[in-house]
């Protein structure tokens, strides 16, 4: 128990660590309003600077929370965000990313059986050239190339085109997991003893392989979770989508350091929310990890 | 000494390839290039053809890919090397440290320091950094955790050999025993490391470009696709998208082949 709570802790200081460091990154920015400079900020920009981030006060790096949460505007009247706003695009782009887990979860099962089907073969190659090719695909070139087609259309589409395209190199990614670890698996003697039982290999396979492959997913879920997340970012520009990537992406462009310093922290508390869901189904699916707990 | 493989060779001809053929045809000879590229002129600056941009972005995606993984690997490996010296508690801090860097994805740190980066420059304390530089600066910040936690282990793993504990049984100091003990070991280890790092450089200097955060010029292959993405998206950008997208990949695939390869090789010596 006592090694649970040390494992939730380390997760759970990431919150406040990125919270302080991004906190005082921003109030440490010379943002300039002199005539003289090509790049200055706008009068209202710098007095919603000073405001927001509380500069010169005392535990001022709690102003912008506290504003969030008196339901007031952080960051400019026509380009701020408040609370209810922050929260409404953040479901949007959780939704994106939740039906981009599931369909990435499909990939990598899929590619998975297809790798350990290729292994034998003359396309053994494209095992090792799938991945690459998916790694090697910024998130924006196939939104660039789907966007034409989708992004007018409205009902939801622009939404489903967003989560396919972020969610094919998590997918690979997991996939090449998954059949390594699938390889591995299959050829040890209990998956031998289930088959010469009789089990036909589709039973034997999720009787006994899958549950036995899981843990390594699950390994792997953080950093497919920031890959879907830092994805969403491109795709929701590129498709127009107006939800927590894009208005962390135009924060950044028109110097919304207020806007910048939460929506940062929001971002690593999603990330630790899903280290800690994870946490949880290992618990769940996994019982080595329950006698370790033990 | 064992044989480089084949596979790592492979890359790293992809990778010398293309960096010859963008440095040719995107600085040295660009008017062959306009002169001979089949997909015509770009649809936002007529006055240039899709091929002189693309190769142009190769040549610059590709410097700064080099010079951000050369410089993440150098800070991951100097944080490794002192985190093992001091050993203990300080050693796992740091190592915590680099965990939770490496928990925040790169492109989402970058923008933030891009931001920071620029608002320096804009009040004149930016000690110089032009967009290249503040880039490359920016790319090494997020970049070394990842190298830091991999040298780590495979210091620890070489510290676990007979011929350290020999060496420190004769009274080799720390430092001696890295220099002359671990650092022929770890050579082609910190090879695999920065060809690994120099794709996801590349690849988070692309997005945040594309966003119109950096201000890289000449552009960037990420630029020069966010630059234009309205015309791409209205227009048919295929034409556009796909050359800056085949050259990202191959970029890829070679810094990929030779990683992989060069990494097994050093696991097994």
Same mark, same amino acid.
Request: aromatic letters at 8%; glycine letters at 10%.
């Given at each position: 128990?006592?090694? +649970? *709570?040390?494992?939730? &802790?380390?997760?759970? #200081?990431?919150?406040?660590?990125? !919270? $302080? @460091?991004?906190?005082?990154? /921003? =109030? ?58 922050? +929260? *409404?695009?953040?479901? &949007?782009?959780?939704? #994106?990313?939740?039906?981009?887990? !599931? $369909? @990435?979860?499909?990939?990598? /099962? =899929? ?63 997991? &996939? ?9 698996? $299959? @050829? ?107 | ?269």
């Amino acid at each position: 128990m006592r090694q +649970l *709570l040390v494992r939730v &802790g380390r997760q759970l #200081v990431l919150v406040p660590i990125v !919270a $302080l @460091a991004s906190y005082f990154l /921003m =109030a440490s920015l010379p943002l300039t309003t002199e005539d003289d400079n090509k790049r200055q900020v706008s009068p209202e920009l710098a007095a919603s600077y000073r405001r927001d981030l509380g500069i010169g006060e005392p535990l001022g790096f709690l102003r912008p929370w506290q504003k969030l949460f008196r339901g007031e505007r952080l960051g400019t009247s026509a380009q701020g965000v408040t609370g209810d706003e922050l +929260l *409404l695009k953040l479901s &949007g782009s959780v939704g #994106v990313g939740l039906v981009a887990l !599931a $369909l @990435a979860l499909s990939w990598a /099962m =899929a590619f998975a059986l297809l790798k350990n089907r290729w292994r034998s073969g003359r396309l053994a190659v494209l095992g090792d050239a799938v991945p690459a090719v998916a790694f090697g695909t910024p998130v924006f070139i196939p939104a660039l190339l789907l966007a034409p087609a989708v992004v007018e259309r409205g009902n939801l589409l622009p939404e489903l085109t967003a989560a396919l395209v972020i969610s094919v190199w998590p997918g690979v990614f997991l &996939g090449t997991l998954l059949g390594d670890a699938l390889e591995t698996e $299959l @050829a040890r003697d209990y998956v031998r003893t289930a088959a010469s039982k009789g089990l036909s290999p589709g039973v034997v396979l999720r009787r006994h392989v899958l549950p036995n492959v899981l843990p390594a997913l699950l390994d792997a879920i953080g950093p497919v979770a920031t890959a879907l997340l830092a994805g969403s970012f491109a795709a929701e520009r590129v498709f127009g989508l107006p939800y927590f990537g894009q208005l962390y992406v135009l924060a950044v462009l028109q110097k919304q350091v207020a806007v910048v310093v939460v929506a940062t922290t929001v971002f690593a508390s999603v990330l630790v929310v899903v280290g800690l869901g994870v946490e949880v189904v290992r618990l769940i699916v996994d019982p080595r990890a329950r006698e370790a707990r033990a | 000494m064992r044989r480089v493989p084949v596979q790592a060779w492979v890359g790293l001809a992809l990778l010398g390839g293309l960096g010859a053929l963008s440095l040719l045809a995107g600085r040295v000879f660009p008017e062959v290039l306009a002169g001979a590229c089949p997909l015509g002129q770009d649809p936002t600056r007529p006055d240039r053809t899709v091929c002189e941009l693309a190769f142009g972005g190769l040549w610059i995606s590709l410097a700064i890919g080099l010079a951000a993984g050369a410089l993440s690997t150098g800070l991951g490996l100097l944080v490794a090397a002192l985190a093992r010296m001091a050993g203990g508690a300080l050693e796992r801090w740091v190592m915590r440290l680099a965990d939770a860097f490496f928990a925040l994805p790169d492109v989402l740190v970058v923008m933030v320091l891009q931001l920071a980066g620029q608002s320096l420059v804009d009040a004149g304390s930016g000690a110089g950094l032009g967009p290249f530089g503040l880039m490359v600066v920016s790319l090494a910040l997020v970049g070394w955790a990842g190298p830091a936690r991999m040298f780590r282990n495979r210091l620890d793993t070489l510290e676990g050999q007979e011929f350290v504990a020999a060496s420190r049984a004769l009274g080799g100091s720390g430092s001696h025993v890295l220099r002359v003990h671990l650092w022929p070991a770890l050579r082609p280890f910190v090879l695999a490391v920065f060809l690994s790092r120099l794709p996801a450089a590349i690849l988070a200097e692309s997005t945040v470009s594309f966003f119109g955060i950096a201000r890289m010029e000449p552009m960037s292959l990420g630029r020069y696709l966010g630059t234009s993405y309205a015309a791409l998206i209205y227009e048919g950008g295929s034409r556009v998208v796909l050359p800056a997208w085949t050259l990202l990949v191959l970029l890829v695939l070679g810094a990929s082949l030779a990683s992989q390869a060069l990494a097994t090789r050093t696991r097994r010596a």
